[in-house]
């Protein structure tokens, strides 16, 4: 085997490894595994080995490619901190925005959660200025969960389906699928009590639920038995102020369940 066919191999791990990890891991930070004039034929040959030394037992493999695998292929699931997923995120190739965007904006607030509001993604502002809520979304949201006793800085965690845009791109599916990991992990690490959706979204993705937010607002729905409720986005709010009432009932809704199950 020469050195184009071994680089040829490592490259579709690489690209293996990032689909399933969503992000390129440390592992892979090269171009090329080995130059292309390389060859196995080339390697020098031991001789002499005492028999005592060759001998490799079945143990000492199964040792080797369990410290290879950890080592090489990183697992998101196993993050245990979230500032350590962040990292994660703000290194994401897994779609053309990744070759576009300003900033990605990961989430904001605690690491303990009573509740994880997830958003459908980022405002422009928000991006250009690399600052979670700084917006007018963001502060409509941060008024309507303070209404029922919830803060980023003490009870709550803020985060989006979409971690990135650029200023133009119309988001899509597309970047749907190719966040959905982080936020599956965001959810694993944080562990809420609830989860709050606003606009459809961010919940359709999650739960595997196409119907649109004017059916299934105000329900009590689940992610991996967490209560979920979805209600109106506040970008929604902003262009229709009839919206604003049943998305408070929504909220009040959502406060007497949270008081329920603490």
Known sequence: MN?????????LLKACSSNVNGYVPEFYINEKLVDDDFSLNTLPVE??????????????????????????????????????????IEKCT?????RERLNVISGTGVETPEVLVIC?????????????LNSR?????????GAIGLNKDTNTYITTAVKC????????????????????????ILKPKM???????????????PQKIESIHGQLLSYNNIPLVATYSPSSLLQNESLKKPAWDDLKFIKKNLDSIK
Do not use: H, W
């Open 94 to 98: 897994r779609c053309p925005l990744a």
């Open 195 to 209: 989860i709050l959706c606003l606009g459809e979204n961010s919940y359709q993705k999650l739960i595997d639920n």
């Open 47 to 88: 001789k002499n080995v005492k028999a005592e030394e060759s001998v490799i037992t079945e143990e000492t493999v199964k040792a080797e490619e369990s410290v290879k695998t950890a080592q090489s292929i990183p697992q998101v699931q196993d993050l245990s901190k979230i500032d350590e997923l962040k990292g994660k």
């Open 120 to 132: 459908e993604f980022p405002t422009v502002n928000e991006i250009i200025e690399n600052k979670p």
């Open 3 to 11: 050195g184009k066919e071994i680089n040829q191999i490592y490259n």
């Open 165 to 188: 845009r650029t200023q133009n791109i119309k988001i899509d599916y597309m970047q749907y699928d190719a966040c959905s990991a982080f936020l599956y992990a965001q959810i694993q």
């Open 137 to 145: 979304e963001g502060i409509l949201l941060e008024k309507m969960i």
